[in-house]
């Protein structure tokens, strides 16, 4: 087909497809054919192309089809194509890029999904950095009884020494600082607790002049060695925890608010508003900034799916927002953030990145969602003891716990401080309405606990023990004698272990948190694109290794 045949079709395509003629299978044709005509021609791309399948993606005509969503997604690839092409003319290439944005926060259901996941498949310049090159570890460890440790570290006495989970903090005489020791439990990897100190190395010089305040631990070091294995100490008491039997540990020196959470309420730790929204914009824009340089926080918070089912699930049982399901545990899984006063924490969560557009997208996702979730539970923190059901069985209502302005502030802090971090720019779009409906939605199913349940499978009963299944029960809240009533693998067991947000084996009860944090992440990844592309001079130069454009490329 020559050049004038080629823009005839085109041109009555988009006609076809603009006017709305035929039904969901037509429709799905034609655009079809048009992919495949602008994916080879995209020079003949005009306003005129986007302005149909922007017409496409928002039709309400076709919305209540089964198969919708490939429908959207075939017109969103179209528009993904001439956003990257550098055959595209830049008018058009620019209008294509401002529709996309449009649509991933004006539309809904699968338009919007078809918007989001389009723009967060754009391809960006980001690799992280090699770890190799500032390994401390010379495939030894140095074994030493806790006094020589202490030594070593010239921490004159373990007085005042506390204890935080598995790590214990000592007074190193220092000031404001912690010297810390942190056990490994016996089953814990060697190579994570080893990249925990190794990300410190690298941080300490790579981030020590960033603008938001990041107080990195320094790791302890014995002739290059950062993993230790000590004979004695307090850590022997607690042999029964499970901790490792050869004493494993790392130590490091930290800032004395290292263990302190920013959605605490105690006398000791506790975050006033203003000083919450504070400590949220800095997390925010940390794990933003470290995102654009290929540093992802794999674990903010630890989310799943069902915990019940880790062992037996490929994927461990962790939460994946895209997939919408309920969210196991929420507010248990706010305890320990880490999202501290010093910054993020838990540094051997940190992955250096090498994957597609789209793993990053989804990375971006869970960081916006575990701030959203800490900030809901910033308010429920104030009563800790209002959770669960009352005497007649209702959900407790914790909603005046929630301040609604401080909470839409802190949505949109949320968003500018990542945003910020992630693209060194202010968000342009304007979320502020959205932010308002969602502050009411958490509000509602954030403030009462409505779902408690959790069903214990008898297919997972049969991968326990029967010690393990006694335990499990017990540690939910039913006595010896009423665990014992249960026999192992007979029925599913129901258990009130939330509160959850959904319904066991449910859809997420705040649909509009996962559509927030979705268009939030795609415009964080289109921001980041443009910059590159540098749209107002209409350059637009072929990413790396890429000559040309398929459907694998941005719907993998």
């Avoid at 986007?50 to 969103?76: D, G, N």
């Avoid at 190579?191 to 990195?216: G, V």
């Avoid at 320094?218 to 901790?243: M, Q, V, Y």
């Avoid at 929204?277 to 794999?298: E, F, K, Y």
Wanted: proline letters at 4%; hydrophobic letters at 40%; glycine letters at 6%.
């Amino acid at each position: 087909m020559n050049d004038r045949g080629v823009e005839k079709e085109i041109e009555t395509l988009q006609k076809q497809i603009a006017t709305e003629e035929g039904d969901f299978s037509a429709a799905y044709v034609a655009v079809n054919d048009l992919a495949r005509l602008l994916l080879s021609h995209p020079q003949r791309a005009s306003r005129e192309t986007v302005k149909a399948l922007s017409a496409v993606l928002q039709s309400q005509k076709h919305r209540s089809q089964k198969q919708a969503f490939f429908l959207y997604k075939e017109a969103a690839l179209i528009l993904t194509a001439l956003t990257v092409s550098p055959e595209t003319p830049p008018v058009v290439l620019k209008k294509a890029l401002t529709t996309l944005k449009m649509l991933a926060i004006k539309e809904e259901g699968p338009a919007h999904r078809a918007a989001t996941e389009a723009l967060g498949s754009l391809p960006l310049d980001i690799k992280g950095p090699s770890l190799q090159e500032t390994t401390p570890f010379c495939g030894e460890m140095s074994t030493l009884s806790w006094s020589e440790l202490l030594r070593r570290a010239k921490v004159p006495c373990a007085k005042n020494m506390r204890m935080y989970g598995r790590s214990f903090a000592l007074d190193c005489g220092k000031g404001n600082q912690w010297f810390v020791v942190k056990l490994l439990r016996r089953e814990d990897s060697v190579t994570l607790s080893l990249r925990e100190a190794q990300w410190m190395k690298h941080l300490q010089s790579s981030c020590s002049s960033l603008p938001k305040r990041f107080d990195i631990p320094k790791p302890f070091e014995i002739n290059g060695n950062c993993l230790l294995s000590l004979t004695d100490g307090p850590h022997r008491e607690r042999a029964a925890e499970g901790l490792h039997p050869d004493g494993y540990a790392i130590a490091f020196w930290a800032h004395r608010d290292y263990y302190s959470y920013i959605n605490e309420h105690h006398a000791v730790a506790s975050l006033g508003a203003q000083q919450f929204i504070s400590a949220l914009h800095r997390n925010a824009w940390l794990l933003g900034n470290l995102a654009s340089r290929g540093m992802v926080h794999s674990a903010p918070l630890p989310l799943f799916h069902n915990r019940v089912q880790r062992a037996r699930r490929a994927d461990g049982g962790a939460y994946q927002w895209q997939r919408r399901g309920r969210l196991d545990q929420w507010l248990h899984s706010c305890r320990y953030p880490n999202l501290g006063l010093t910054g993020i924490r838990d540094l051997e969560h940190l992955i250096s990145f090498e994957g597609t557009p789209r793993e990053l997208y989804l990375h971006i996702g869970t960081h916006i969602l575990s701030l959203l979730l800490v900030t809901g539970s910033y308010y429920r923190n104030k009563e800790v003891s209002l959770s669960g059901l009352d005497e007649r069985g209702n959900p407790v209502d914790t909603r005046s716990l929630f301040d609604m302005e401080h909470l839409e502030q802190s949505i949109l802090t949320i968003v500018d401080g990542y945003h910020r971090g992630f693209t060194k720019k202010p968000l342009k779009e304007d979320l502020e309405a959205w932010a308002r409906d969602l502050a009411i939605q958490m509000r509602e199913e954030m403030g009462m606990d409505k779902h408690m349940e959790e069903v214990l499978r008898a297919a997972d009963q049969k991968d326990m023990t029967d010690d393990a299944f006694r335990l499990f029960l017990m540690e939910r809240g039913l006595s010896h004698e009423a665990s014992a009533g249960f026999n192992k693998g007979e029925k599913d067991i129901s258990l009130l272990t939330g509160p959850h947000l959904g319904g066991f084996n449910q859809h997420i009860s705040i649909p509009q948190m996962i559509d927030f944090v979705a268009t939030v992440a795609a415009l964080c990844v289109a921001s980041r694109f443009q910059a590159r592309r540098s749209f107002e001079q209409g350059a637009a130069p072929i990413p790396e290794g890429r000559t040309g454009f398929s459907r694998e490329a941005f719907f993998p």
